[in-house]
């Protein structure tokens, strides 16, 4: 631009600013207005959609596919244009030239014109590049495989320590015993016979942290025979399920911590009414899940009597029925009485469940062992008084 | 009564002469495009308040994010809010400041005598980038560890200077707790008080420049 074009410009905007309106309160109108909608939005948004639950970082989970923020995602897309020697130039050389023209605009676009359909040329560029912006975001948004979450995350300390619980049955169990009370240990290789002390008495609970705890578990103590859990030593649990499981043993066998009351209540046996028929889905499941499933589950030994669904509990097993429904000597029933028999010791191996645990199965069993809470109802009551008597075998299936 | 404190602190702080040259000057009369510019600048601030207020229960450890966010978003007083609004703002932000430079593009206000407002834009563009890049490390979780794993590695494949700049991105060779805090640092220090000196003179460029008209046939 020359002087007289310089000149030219400014009368002319001196002219239209006269023509014009106000700053105040014209212009600021409209901009609070603006503003004030964005503002409705952002409080909308975090409402109604608020902030995704994700899992803690965990640099030993490799599997996690990295996804960028979304505004960037363009730029990660546009590098698979740039693969293997050249990368370097999707990295740095395209965003560098870019960010260059950005900053030299102004001097590399000298001419006066500011009317769009004037410049054409320019605003063809920057439609391009918009345009292919917009295009390799969404490429990216299609092409990148979903992520798999398999992991529940939890955001309260009661859906950690229940989460954490669930881990425990699954994992720690088999030797520590539902309780933490250890015993003699039965059925875990390597381990048979081991006398496993209790790991939920109060000097072990005072005198080992949290942190302790975690790296126990994580880094696994291969002198005294129990192995690593953490991902990253060849087990399955990520640092943040460890971190539930150190909740679930702080916060049920410590006695200076309190058990929030939501756990207590979602961890209650489900109530069963005098003469009700127990059901799968309602109470069993909790039942195997908390005492069964540690052992019961695919690699460990079992005889293949699987647990982790009401059809492996009917059917696996290598003296498979192990629950004939209505039949009191199923092979479950007589296991839990502590009996000897073809199909393996008394379960569970190291102790006894209560009497009144051992009450709902035969209940469940006697009733006809049905899964939803509805086939339950319809099997209708069962007569208290046989339940003392495995030996009963007379009543009818439903 | 009113009257004589406004004139007290009129003669002391020209409030007069700052309404008569910053709000009560004649304009061009412009379209809702133009509301783009203080619509950033208000996000700024917006995103600066809730950020503070994060910063209260925020611990920038490895050990200590990802617990201190659910601290937030579960323990503290509307904690929730605070942080969704942080969120979802610097997605909104990044949106309404590229549109800002997309508007200044097409009725090429960047022009004379335009030229340096624009050349502060571009670097408020820019670090608005960055506060998005940094602050998305931050919350210590699966998505923020990968994607910033990946972001400072790729300035490594540049030739010769690449793996220092990695290095210097990250703190060492590896993402770790010094990766975090820097982040932390540039995310609440370094870069807002870069972005809140170039708006004090885009503004002040604006204010006297006068903002840009909508160009007619003849411009």
């Keep these: 631009m020359d002087d007289e074009q310089k000149q030219r410009y400014l009368e002319k ?19 609070l207005l603006v503003s004030f909608a964005l503002f409705i939005i952002l409080v909308m948004l975090a409402t109604f959609v608020g902030v995704a639950n994700e899992p803690k970082a965990d640099p030993s989970d490799s599997s996690y596919i990295p996804r960028p923020e979304w505004y960037f995602l363009f730029l990660f897309e546009m590098l698979k244009f740039f693969p293997g020697q050249i990368e370097w130039v999707g990295t740095i050389v395209v965003p560098t030239v870019a960010i260059l023209a950005l900053f030299l605009l102004p001097f590399l676009d000298r001419k006066p014109a500011r009317y769009p359909g004037k410049r054409w040329r320019a605003i063809g560029v920057m439609g391009v590049v918009v345009l292919a912006m917009i295009a390799l975001t969404i490429r990216a948004v299609i092409t990148t495989p979903p992520q798999v979450e398999a992991e529940t995350v939890a955001t309260t300390l009661s859906e950690s320590i229940l989460i954490g619980q669930d881990l425990y049955s699954i994992n720690c169990v088999e030797c520590h015993g539902p309780d933490g009370e250890g015993g003699i240990i039965e059925g875990v290789e390597g381990l048979e016979g081991y006398d496993m002390k209790s790991i939920s008495a109060q ?16 880094y696994g103590q291969p002198d005294l025979g129990m192995q690593p859990f953490g991902i990253a030593y060849g087990g399955e649990l990520s640092i943040g399920e460890i971190e539930t499981i150190v909740d679930f043993m ?11 009351q939501e756990v207590t209540q979602a961890s209650a046996m489900p109530t069963l009414g005098e003469d009700q028929v127990p059901s799968y889905d309602v109470h069993i499941e909790p039942l195997v899940k908390r005492y069964c499933i540690s052992c019961h589950r695919p690699g460990k030994k079992n005889n293949n009597y699987l647990m982790q669904s009401y059809e492996e509990v009917m059917n696996t097993g290598d003296h498979a029925p192990n629950v004939i429904p209505g039949d009191l000597a199923s092979n479950l029933i007589r296991m839990l009485h502590r009996e000897e028999i073809d199909a393996g010791g008394p379960m569970p191996p190291t102790k006894a469940l209560k009497p009144e645990i051992i009450a709902i199965f035969e ?3 006697l009733g006809g062992a049905p899964q939803t809470p509805e086939e339950a109802a319809a099997a209708g009551t069962v007569v208290t008084g046989t339940l003392t008597a495995p030996q009963t075998t007379a009543i009818p299936t439903p | 009564m009113a009257n004589k404190a406004f004139a007290w602190l009129d003669e002391r702080l020209g409030l ?8 009560d000057r004649k304009v061009p009369k412009v379209n809702w495009w133009f509301t783009l ?19 209260v229960y925020y611990v920038p450890s490895p050990q200590s ?16 809010l605070i942080r969704g609004i942080h969120h979802w703002g610097a997605s909104l932000m990044v949106i309404v400041v590229f549109l800002h430079m997309l508007r200044t593009f097409y009725y090429g206000a960047y022009k004379y005598p335009r030229e340096f407002t624009w050349l502060t834009g571009v670097v408020l563009l820019l670090c608005t980038l960055g506060m998005g890049f940094t602050g998305y490390l931050l919350p210590w979780n699966q998505r923020a560890y990968w994607a910033t794993t990946v972001g400072t590695e790729l300035p490594g494949t540049v030739p010769l200077i690449g793996p220092f700049i990695t290095n210097v991105l990250r703190g060492g ?11 932390f640092a540039v995310h609440i220090w370094f870069l807002p008080a870069v972005i809140g000196a170039l708006i004090g003179v885009h503004i002040y460029m604006v204010v006297k420049l006068g903002i840009s008209s909508v160009p007619d046939r003849e411009d």
């Design chain 1, 203 to 218: 000097d072990e609970m005072y005198t080992r942290t949290d942190d302790t705890l975690f790296n126990v578990i994580n």
């Design chain 1, 363 to 365: 209940r469940w069993v």
């Design chain 2, 37 to 55: 510019g203080s619509a950033s600048a208000i996000l700024f601030l917006l995103q600066g308040v809730t950020g503070m207020f994060l910063a």
């Design chain 1, 13 to 31: 905007y001196k002219q239209a600013k006269q023509q014009g309106v106000k700053f105040f309160p014209d212009i600021i109108y409209k901009d």
């Design chain 1, 250 to 260: 702080r916060y049920t066998w410590d006695d200076r911590a309190e058990l929030p």
């Design chain 2, 173 to 183: 060779a590896e993402l770790s707790a010094v990766t975090l805090t820097r982040f």
């Design chain 2, 65 to 80: 994010a990802y617990d201190s966010i659910q601290f937030i978003m579960n323990g503290v007083a509307f904690g929730w």
């Design chain 2, 16 to 23: 007069t002469t700052i309404y008569n040259v910053v709000l």
